[in-house]
């Protein structure tokens, strides 16, 4: 069974500081996706980036980056001279897609609550 | 560009009402998930569907069905509401990429649904 834990309930960091979000994944799949999404108060889900298994990459994207470890299960987000509109919950989340349906549900975090302190 | 459109985007019932709540996919795509996030709570997966066909099913209630119609709108159904069917309902959709499925999944704003 797939598994995604978001260890950090909630963080709070002054503005400019850099914050990274941890995300650790349990999969049996050697094929699988991870997703970072967030959700502002107003409650949407804005994805924000998604990494196959077999691209260990590190990406950067603005004051974004990722860092994908395969031999520690992990999907880390870290966000550099944070500002206040980065406040939100943000979900990390894993799906193991089946190639010949495109049924790629997703298993979510916990959630970590990301508060920009002005 | 066109996004996920569902609506309402808010609902308020009565206890042992009945809600449908309606999802449009971004045009071309087939395949559609539902969730429900609880306060406080992260998504969970109800049901999928592609090409109109039950794809996938989660913790989805027996008092709750779905439906994907030929123009590929799904819809959910809820019946015999409880307040703890008060949450926020996703839909989202993506396209199917024949052997290499593209699985970024777009989701719609979310009806709030509220039971009283």
């Known amino acids: 069974a797939q598994k995604v834990t978001q260890a950090q309930t909630e963080i709070s960091v002054v503005e400019k500081e850099d914050v990274t979000l941890d995300c650790v994944y349990e999969?049996?799949?050697?094929?699988?996706?991870l997703f970072w999404y967030k959700q502002p108060p107003s409650g949407e889900l804005v994805f924000l980036i998604r990494r196959n298994s077999f691209d260990e990459q590190n990406e950067i994207s603005g004051r974004y980056s990722w860092n994908f470890q395969k031999s520690t299960s992990s999907f880390n987000f870290t966000i550099t001279a944070s500002q206040v509109v980065d406040s939100a919950v943000y979900f990390c989340?894993?799906?193991?897609?089946?190639?010949?349906?495109?049924?790629?549900?997703?298993?979510f975090g916990t959630g970590t609550r990301l508060t920009i302190i002005p | 560009a066109a996004g996920v459109i569902q609506s309402p985007r808010h609902l308020i019932k009565e206890k042992r009402e009945t809600a449908t709540l309606k999802c449009y996919p971004i045009?071309?795509?087939?395949?559609v998930y539902w969730y429900q996030q609880g306060p406080g709570q992260d998504p969970q997966f109800l049901i999928s569907f592609y090409e109109k066909m039950q794809s996938d099913k989660g913790s989805i209630p027996d008092r709750f069905s779905a439906q994907q119609f030929s123009d590929y709108h799904s819809e959910l159904n809820m019946s015999s509401l409880e307040l703890g069917d008060s949450a926020l309902y996703f839909c989202a959709s993506s396209p199917y990429g024949g052997e290499l499925p593209n699985t970024e999944a777009f989701f719609g704003q979310g009806t709030r649904l509220t039971v009283v």
């Open positions: 989340a894993l799906s193991e897609p089946e190639v010949f349906f495109g049924n790629e549900k997703l298993t």
């Open positions: 999969t049996r799949d050697t094929t699988y996706y």
């Open positions: 045009p071309r795509h087939d395949t």
